[in-house]
């Protein structure tokens, strides 16, 4: 058997002819690549606006950048899930502030939240920042009504649920990055995850201002646009109207460009995104009934309508030894995650263990398993059946 990852990606022969194209066009990057994928995926979860950027940590930054985070302004977050969605507090200088996940879910317990708002004065808190972890969606609309009464902004870190979605109030189904809850949200198109670009990310939000912020942060703060100018046509060195060559860099941005090529796969690899997200489904619920009623699992993703199993996660009894006992047979199920607030960067600012008993217990027990599309079903059956040996031997 070969090995066995817990995530990985798939590359068609359609995706490598549109990369080639795109290499042999006249654009490598700043080209007409970038708006297609960006139209594609704002179409593809529904909400008005994309903007793409060179990596899902980027896309982060860009996101505290434009919604104005200061030193000192509190945000609150999960402690599991990737470091990037804390330190985007931090590179603003805000002050990341965890808060305890459900244990059923695996998700920023909102109950915990409002807690932890009604306990300090209104205006003590800036925003929150919600994960979809392992593609389950947050209720966003029961975050919105919270953050209102709060006057707080939410960015939903959707790196794990492009696809994904929940059903609101009303039964009507709202996809993971929709903007109708969230002021912006976020993707990775890291090889792990569901649309792959090598290295890539994406804001979708459906507010035109923070939109066309983003655009101009996204390349140093430049703005090139005759009716923005705030320079004299003059200074510019025009005389009746601004030169041809013109342009201004009216805030401190940065270069978080995706390329042409880059978009080109990203937007070969949407087309296939429904396929693999079905497929998906199909291994989360082969899972699921398979290990349901084995004693040694305390808990596991489950079948969730909505859900879009970047992650298959269980609970078990000895995490440690399945682990190395899987890496002996060539299977790499992993780790997600440690708790950020352990983290020894985040512990120098007083989180310490004991914090987030549910986050922790969750981490003692925890493991990935292989998820993604082009995983066989001779392949799940080959890691089911080692986990049940693993156990009978051990149990
Ligand atoms: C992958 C990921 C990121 C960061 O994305 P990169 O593209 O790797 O920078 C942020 N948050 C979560 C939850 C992720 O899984």
Redesign the pocket.
């Known amino acids: 058997m070969k090995a066995i990852p817990y995530g990985r990606q798939h590359i068609s022969e359609e995706d490598i002819q549109a990369v080639i194209e795109t290499l042999q066009s006249d654009y490598l990057t700043q080209g007409p690549k970038i708006a297609q994928f960006e139209e594609a995926f704002a179409n593809y979860i529904g909400s008005k606006y994309a903007v793409a950027l060179s990596?899902?940590?980027a896309a982060?930054h860009l996101c505290t950048l434009a919604l104005g985070v200061e030193t000192g302004d509190k945000v609150i977050t999960t402690p599991i899930?990737?470091a990037?969605?804390a330190n985007c507090i931090r590179y603003c200088g805000g002050e990341v502030v965890f808060s305890d996940i459900d244990p059923e879910t695996y998700l920023l317990d909102i109950n915990k939240v409002r807690t932890l708002l009604e306990s300090a004065p209104k205006g003590t808190y800036k925003g929150i920042i919600p994960?979809d972890f392992a593609g389950r969606a947050n209720n966003l609309e029961a975050f919105r009504e919270l953050a209102d009464e709060y006057d707080l902004w939410i960015i939903e870190?959707s790196?794990?649920s492009p696809g994904g979605s929940f059903k609101d109030s009303h039964g009507n189904t709202q996809n993971c990055g929709n903007g109708n809850f969230a002021d912006l949200a976020i993707f990775?198109?890291?090889p792990v995850?569901h649309i792959a670009s090598g290295?890539?990310?994406m804001i979708s939000t459906n507010d035109k201002n923070l939109y066309e912020k983003l655009l101009q942060l996204r390349t140093h703060g430049i703005v090139k646009n005759n009716d923005l100018y705030t320079n004299t046509v003059e200074l510019a060195g025009g005389d009746e109207q601004y030169p041809g060559w013109y342009m201004e860099m009216q805030n401190l941005g940065f270069n978080y460009r995706l390329t042409d090529f880059q978009a080109a796969l990203g937007l070969s690899q949407l087309s296939r995104a429904n396929k693999g997200i079905s497929r998906r489904r199909e291994i989360a619920a082969k899972y699921f009934d398979a290990l349901k009623d084995k004693a040694y699992i305390k808990g596991q993703s489950s079948v969730v309508e909505g859900h879009a199993y970047h992650l298959y996660v269980i609970e078990v009894e000895d995490r440690l030894g399945l682990y190395n006992y899987l890496r002996n047979k060539n299977i790499y199920a992993q780790i997600h995650y440690i708790p950020c607030h352990l983290m020894p960067y985040y512990k120098q600012f007083g989180w310490k263990e004991g914090d987030f008993p549910y986050a922790e217990n969750y981490y003692k027990h925890c493991i990935s398993l292989p998820m993604y599309p082009t995983l066989t079903d001779d392949e799940q059956a080959y890691v089911i059946n080692e986990i049940n040996t693993f156990y009978s031997e051990k149990y």
């Open positions: 990596n899902g940590t982060l899930t990737f990037a969605s994960v870190d790196c794990h990775s198109f890291h995850k290295e890539g990310g």
